[in-house]
Each structure stands twice: as structure tokens, then as C-alpha cells.
């Protein structure tokens, strides 16, 4: 079964910094892209950025929103995706998800970042 | 970036009654690999995105029958037949043929 699980989230002030982690299971983890993506309450979804797969290099995109100031990694020895958030702004603050491949067949259950002074 | 611009904002529909959600792109969805990455979604309350629909019209297993897609290029459709109460939420159109790839505003399905 794949699971996608969040963790990380919470209150930081603005200009702060914050990793987001993703527990993937289920699957193999290195065949697949992996996203981010965001949500701010009652809004829609917003994504984020991608990290390929091991035949695609590892390599990343980027929402322009975000670029430069969010990272998107991953440790395939640990299954683990992250999401590295630099210079947080206070329409950063969001519930954030990971989820799998290019059309997003499984998501996680979301971590809430809210971005506050 | 692409708009995807979905419509209408929201449907109150009786249990039994059929609606279709109408979702339009700036641009065509048509990717380099021929294939049209238009996905639908249902976030029911409190939880997160599931797709339902890939690639316009595919049907993600455990999909009820009721569902389907539609469509090409620029403009696309969700339409579900005889509407249970387990269906409210709000239903995502989202692109992932161009970069960044982006969700439409969403349809809030309310049942009567």
C-alpha cells in the first residue's frame, strides 16, 4: 500500500526557515517523481516543485512563486522527501502535502505551516 | 503560467441528480508525448486531494463508474451521474503538461 506521510510543519516567524519531511512507503521509491504542493485554507491547491527520479537524474523544478527561496530534495536511502522553506513569508503559511508523480496519484495527509510573528 | 479556469464555483444538487463541471485551459494540454495531463480531484471535507481522473478520461481504480471525463486540447469536463451524498467536496481540475503546473479555482459540490 502506498503511504505518504508529512511531518514537520508548525509556527515560525516571518524570515525564518523550516524542513518539511515526507515518509514515502509502499513503493519504489527511487522509479518515482515526487511533488510538493500547498494549500492555503479555503483556497486552492498551489504546487510547488518536483524532484525526478533516479533514471532522471534526481534533478528539480520550480514553481516560480518559490524558486530561490524552496528546496526540494530527497534521501532514497531512507525513502524521505523534503522540502526545505528559507525567508518564510506570511503567504507561505499553508498546509503543505507531498505527493507522488506527475499526475498526482497519491498524496499525503498534509502539515500545516503557518508563518507568524 | 497556464489559467485553468473552472466552472462554476459551486453546484447544490439533489442525490440522484447528474452535474458536470466545466474546466478550460489558456493553452492546450496536448504534451510533446501526445498524451493530455488533465486530472480531476475531490477534496472532501477535512481531507486531502484525491484524484479521480487522469489523463482526461481514466478512471483511478476504486472510481465509481459515475464519474467521468472528458475532452481535448483547451477544453475539458467532469460529469457525475446520479450524485451521492458521498461525492460533496470540491472537485480540482489540474494541468500537468506545462510548467508550473497549475489547479483550476475549484467547484464546491453541495448536496440539497
Known amino acids: 500500500e502506498v503511504k505518504l506521510l508529512e511531518s514537520g510543519g508548525g509556527l515560525v516567524q516571518p524570515g525564518g526557515s523550516m524542513r518539511l519531511s515526507c515518509a514515502a512507503s509502499?513503493?519504489?521509491?527511487?522509479?518515482?517523481?515526487m511533488y510538493w504542493i500547498r494549500q492555503p485554507a479555503g483556497k486552492a491547491p498551489e504546487w510547488l516543485g518536483f524532484?525526478?527520479?533516479?533514471?532522471?537524474?534526481?534533478?528539480?523544478e520550480y514553481n516560480p512563486s518559490v524558486k530561490g527561496r524552496f528546496t526540494i530534495s530527497r534521501d532514497n536511502t531512507q525513502n524521505m522527501l523534503y522540502l526545505q522553506m528559507n525567508t518564510l513569508r506570511a503567504e507561505d503559511t499553508a498546509t503543505y502535502y507531498c505527493?507522488?508523480?506527475?499526475?498526482?496519484?497519491?498524496w499525503g495527509q498534509g502539515v500545516m505551516v503557518t508563518v507568524s510573528s | 503560467d497556464v489559467v485553468m479556469t473552472q466552472t462554476p464555483p459551486s453546484l447544490s444538487v439533489a442525490i440522484g441528480q447528474s452535474v458536470s463541471i466545466s474546466c478550460k485551459s489558456s493553452?492546450?494540454?496536448?504534451?510533446?508525448?501526445?498524451?493530455?495531463?488533465l486530472n480531476w480531484l475531490l477534496q472532501s471535507p477535512g481531507r486531502s486531494p484525491k484524484r479521480l481522473i487522469y489523463?482526461?478520461?481514466k478512471l483511478d481504480s476504486g472510481v465509481p463508474d459515475r464519474f467521468s471525463g472528458s475532452g481535448s486540447e483547451k477544453d475539458f469536463t467532469l460529469k457525475i451521474s446520479r450524485v451521492e451524498a458521498e461525492d460533496l467536496g470540491v472537485y480540482y481540475c489540474?494541468?500537468?503538461?506545462?510548467?508550473?503546473?497549475?489547479f483550476g479555482s475549484g467547484t464546491k459540490l453541495e448536496i440539497k
Open positions: 505527493a507522488r508523480r506527475r499526475e498526482l496519484d497519491y
Open positions: 509502499g513503493f519504489t521509491f527511487t522509479d518515482f517523481y
Open positions: 524532484i525526478r527520479n533516479k533514471a532522471n537524474g534526481y534533478t528539480t
Open positions: 493553452q492546450s494540454l496536448v504534451a510533446s508525448d501526445k498524451n493530455t495531463y
Open positions: 489523463q482526461v478520461s
Open positions: 489540474l494541468q500537468g503538461t506545462h510548467l508550473p503546473h497549475t
